[in-house]
C-alpha cells in the first residue's frame, strides 16, 4: 500500500487527504517511482480549487513534479533500469497521473535522469520553473544579450528561475514585488534592478532603467489590471508573456499601447515546450547544461514532510515563500 494525496472534493487546502492505496503495476510506457521528495506548484493549488485548465474529477489525485527512484518499468520502456534516479517533467493530466505521494506511476515520456549531484528536494525543483521560463524567454521570445526583461511576481520559483535565465544569456532581468520587503533577497538572487509595485511606478521606473527604450520582454504570471502598467512600459516590438493568473480581476487588452508599441500579448504554459519534441528536448539540455554550469540552481524556501501537505498547501497561497516549496515523503 501506498500513501497517495488526493481530494474527494474542490475546494481549499483542508480538502486534501492522504489515502492508503494500491496503486499497481506500470502499464506499458509507463514507470512506477518510489517519491523521495515534490516540487509544489501554484498551478496544483488552482487544480484542487477548480480554477484550472484541467477540471479535476474527485476523488483526484494531484502533482507535476516528484523527484525518487525507479521501482519498476511497465511493457517497451527503454533507457531507464530499476534504481535509477529521476525526476519528472510536467507533461501528462494530473488528474491521471498526479505525483503527491510516497509512490507514482507516470508515463515514460516524462522521466529524466537529472544531474547526479542534485538532492532529492533540488531534483524535485527544476522541470517546471526552469522549462516554463526557457520556453518564454528563449525559445519564443529569443532574448537576446543586453535586452531588459521585467519578470512579475518574482520571489516565485519561477520568477527566480526566470532571474537566472535572463542572466545566464547576458540581459537584464527587472524583477517586480508588491512591496520592499523582498527587494535584497532578489538582489541577492541576481536581479539587476527591483521594483516595488505597491510604492512605485512600474512604467515610470523600468523606462528610467532602460534609457527610454523599454522592456523587450515582459513574463507575467499576475496578470488582472496590472498588465496596463506592463504594456505602458514595454518598447517597440515588445512580447508580453501572459502564464498565470494571480490577479482575481479580469485582464484588459491595453489596445492604445500595443497599436503604438506594435506589442504582442501571448497567452502561454509550459505546454508549448513540453508538447512539442524538439523543444523539449532544447529545453532539457540548456536545463541539464545550465545546472551542470552553475548558471541555474534552484532556490528552496521551504520544506515540509508530507503528514504536512495540507499545511505546504496553506503555505503555497500565502505568497510568503521565496523560492520553491518542497515535500518530502
Not at 533507457?79 to 529521476?86: E, M, P, Q, T
Not at 528561475?161 to 544569456?169: C, D, G, L, P, T
Not at 514532510?305 to 500565502?318: C, G, K, M, N, P
Amino acid at each position: 500500500m501506498s500513501r497517495i494525496v488526493r481530494f474527494h472534493r474542490i475546494g481549499d487546502p483542508e480538502v486534501l487527504q492522504i489515502d492508503e492505496l494500491e496503486i499497481g503495476q506500470p502499464k506499458a510506457g509507463e514507470v512506477r517511482i518510489r517519491v523521495r521528495a515534490l516540487g509544489l506548484n501554484r498551478a496544483e493549488a488552482m487544480f484542487r480549487a477548480g480554477a484550472y485548465l484541467e477540471t479535476p474529477n474527485p476523488p483526484s489525485k494531484l502533482g507535476y513534479e516528484a523527484a525518487g527512484q525507479i521501482e519498476a518499468l511497465g511493457q517497451g520502456v527503454t533507457g531507464f533500469a530499476v534504481g535509477d534516479a529521476v525526476s519528472t517533467i510536467p507533461s501528462f493530466s494530473m488528474g491521471q497521473y498526479g505525483v503527491y505521494g510516497d509512490a507514482a506511476i507516470v508515463p515514460a515520456h516524462a522521466v529524466v535522469k537529472h544531474p547526479a549531484n542534485l538532492s532529492w528536494s533540488e531534483a524535485a525543483s527544476i522541470w517546471m520553473q526552469y522549462l516554463t521560463a526557457y520556453g518564454a524567454l528563449v525559445e519564443i521570445g529569443g532574448l537576446a544579450k543586453g535586452q531588459a526583461v521585467v519578470i512579475t511576481a518574482a520571489s516565485s520559483s519561477v520568477g527566480i528561475a526566470a532571474i537566472q535565465i535572463v542572466n545566464s544569456v547576458g540581459a537584464v532581468p527587472i524583477a517586480t514585488t508588491r512591496t520592499s520587503a523582498k527587494r535584497d533577497a532578489l538582489l541577492k538572487a541576481g536581479a539587476r534592478h527591483v521594483i516595488a509595485t505597491q510604492e512605485q511606478d512600474l512604467a515610470k521606473e523600468v523606462l528610467h532603467l532602460t534609457d527610454g527604450k523599454g522592456a523587450h520582454i515582459a513574463f507575467d504570471p499576475v496578470c488582472g489590471p496590472g498588465v496596463e502598467a506592463l504594456a505602458a512600459a514595454m518598447g517597440a516590438g515588445g512580447t508580453i508573456f501572459l502564464y498565470g493568473a494571480l490577479a482575481r480581476e479580469p485582464t484588459p487588452f491595453p489596445l492604445f499601447a500595443a497599436i503604438g508599441k506594435n506589442l504582442a500579448l501571448r497567452g502561454y504554459t509550459l505546454f508549448s515546450v513540453v508538447s512539442n519534441q524538439e523543444r523539449l528536448d532544447r529545453g532539457k539540455r540548456f536545463v541539464v547544461d545550465g545546472l551542470a554550469g552553475g548558471r541555474l540552481k534552484p532556490v528552496i524556501d521551504r520544506t515540509f514532510t508530507l503528514t504536512d501537505i495540507v499545511e505546504a498547501h496553506r503555505y503555497l497561497e500565502s505568497n510568503q515563500q521565496f523560492g520553491k516549496i518542497v515535500v518530502t515523503s
